[in-house]
Every structure is written in C-alpha cells, then in structure tokens.
C-alpha cells in the first residue's frame, strides 16, 4: 500500500512539475524581445547599422540567395500559404521582419516583433502564381496597393500548377517575362485574422483554386509550438519556434547586436541576386490589435530619421 501512494506522489510531482514547466515557458515567450534574433542570426550573417534602417542582417547564403525562393517552398496552413525554409535560421527572416535589396549588399533583412505565415504579397494572372517579399514600413493593406508592383525584379512567378513543388526554384518564370505577367495580373488580396496574435495575414491563393488546377487535394499543415529556435516539417505538421516578441519601450535598453559590422567591412555581393540564377547550395539542416501600436522597426526608422535632421 504504502509503495502506491509513493509511485502515486511521484505522478503527481511529474504531472505538476510539467505544468508549471510549460506555464514559465509561455511566460517567457512574452519577455522575449528582439535580441533573440541579434543573437541567434550572428552566427549565419553579419548585422550592420543602416542609415535609414537601423540594424538589418545580410545572411550568409551565396550570392545567389533569394529570400522566399532558396532552400524552401510553400505549404498551407490554417494561417494561409506558409513558408517552409530548409536553413537552420529560416523560423526568424521568413517569419518575422521584412526584406529590401540593396545594390552594395543584396538582399538583406530588417527585424520586428510580429509573426506571420509569411510576409510576401501575391498575384494571379492567367497560368501563374506569384509573390514579392514586403519591404520595411509596408504593411498588408499597403501591399495591396497598385503601385506595389514598382519593384518587378523582386517578384517570383511560377506556373500555377508548380506551386507546391518541394524544388520550387526550378521552375520560376525567367526575369524578362515579368513585365507582361505582372501588366495582366491582379492581386490578391485574401486575408487571414489571428485573434490570437491579433495580426492580420495574406493567405495567398484560394485553395479551392489551386486544387482544381493541380487536379489534388491540398492537405491543411497544422503548425505547433517549438520551444526553442529553429523548425521542422514532418508530414502535415510544421514544429517552430514562433515567439511573441516584446516591443521595447525604454531607448537607454533597446535590443542591440553583440557585433556590428562596419559596412566597410561588408563583401559586396558579386552576382546580380534579385532574381536567382541557380540553387543555392550552402548546407543547411532541419532543427527541431484592439488598437495597433508602432512596431519596432517603424520606432527604429523614425529614431534614424531624427538622428539624421
């Protein structure tokens, strides 16, 4: 007798010890703020202080890299058209922040605290699906304008039966084709509302749509919490780490970089990478509002614009 109630304390200290584990864990994801991705991208990029930008990161990818199109693909999810990155550092740049090209130092990516499927805008034009990565300061219903399309080199179209392809970059539309798709296509302006996170996303291609012209059903991926950086597909299911991120208040603390690149110091990209010519190869691994406020990157630009009057 007495050695059950012994095995039955011990169930229960297990039962109440993973309780309170998982409970300090989801309060520390609400302390968490931006230096989570000063810390854990400094080993795969370097971060420099931008003039108009503030601190952005130029991951070390090829110079052929390509944000939304190297080393990743889409799947659906409840949220809309996912990202599903193959570098160790995808569940960060794809997820949160927005991505800009520079013509010094190619595509690079500036950080801020919300979570999304992804942060592309899309367009549909007759065979074909495409999509364009959101600039710094372009929020979805901006994305949704008519003169978002300025950028044409920083669209990815594909035939709309590829869109699912695990090899998606061998099958982008060339470059030269862009202007004639893009004068015939309209965008999408489907969106998904998360009460929870209370963000708003672009889903991107209505299901039912792509169903029919792939001539298959498209499986829903149910995406799962990971406590710590990184992110794995297994099936239908998408493990990553996808933290609410604090917004700070306090400029003497704000979140910085341990090192910070002088741009002086910073290769110069040697390939014309808007647009991929082939895949990149580096080696990757799979791991494990009521009312809307400033985000932090819109708090960071004005902070330089001031700096710089």
């Not at 304390?9 to 609400?30: D, H, M, P, R």
């Not at 034009?125 to 990565?133: E, M, Q, R």
Request: net charge positive; hydrophobic share 30%; charged share 30%.
């Amino acid at each position: 007798m007495k050695s059950k109630i012994r095995i039955l304390i011990v169930l229960l200290g297990i039962i109440f010890s993973s309780v309170i584990s998982e409970k300090e864990a989801y309060a520390q994801q609400g302390n968490i703020s931006l230096q989570v991705f000063y810390d854990e991208l400094s080993p795969y990029g370097q971060w420099i202080d931008h003039p108009n930008y503030g601190y952005i990161w130029l991951p070390d990818a090829g110079d052929d890299f390509v944000p939304y199109s190297s080393n990743g693909y889409w799947v659906l999810s409840t949220y809309g058209w996912t990202w599903v990155s193959e570098y160790v550092w995808g569940w960060a740049p794809f997820h949160y922040g927005r991505w800009d090209y520079d013509n010094r130092y190619g595509w690079f990516w500036m950080p801020d605290n919300e979570w999304g499927p992804a942060w592309v805008t899309w367009r549909r034009a007759n065979g074909y699906f495409g999509w364009s990565p959101m600039r710094p300061g372009i929020s979805v219903s901006l994305s949704f304008g008519r003169k978002y399309d300025r950028d044409r080199d920083h669209w990815i179209f594909v035939r709309d039966r590829d869109l699912q392809r695990r090899d998606l970059h061998r099958y982008q539309v060339r470059r030269n084709e862009h202007e004639r798709i893009i004068r015939n296509s309209v965008v999408i302006n489907r969106t998904h509302r998360d009460g929870q996170r209370r963000s708003t996303y672009v889903s991107g291609p209505d299901r039912s749509e792509v169903q029919r012209i792939i001539g298959q059903a498209v499986r829903f991926v149910s995406i799962r919490d990971n406590n710590r950086p990184g992110q794995s597909m297994s099936r239908d299911q998408i493990k990553m780490y996808r933290p609410k991120i604090r917004v700070s208040t306090d400029r003497d603390h704000r979140p910085v970089p341990k090192h910070v690149s002088r741009p002086e110091n910073v290769r110069q990209h040697q390939l014309d990478n808007i647009q991929p010519q082939r895949q990149n190869n580096q080696q990757y691994k799979r791991s494990d509002p009521p009312q809307r406020t400033k985000t932090e990157n819109e708090k960071r630009s004005e902070e330089h614009k001031e700096r710089k009057k």
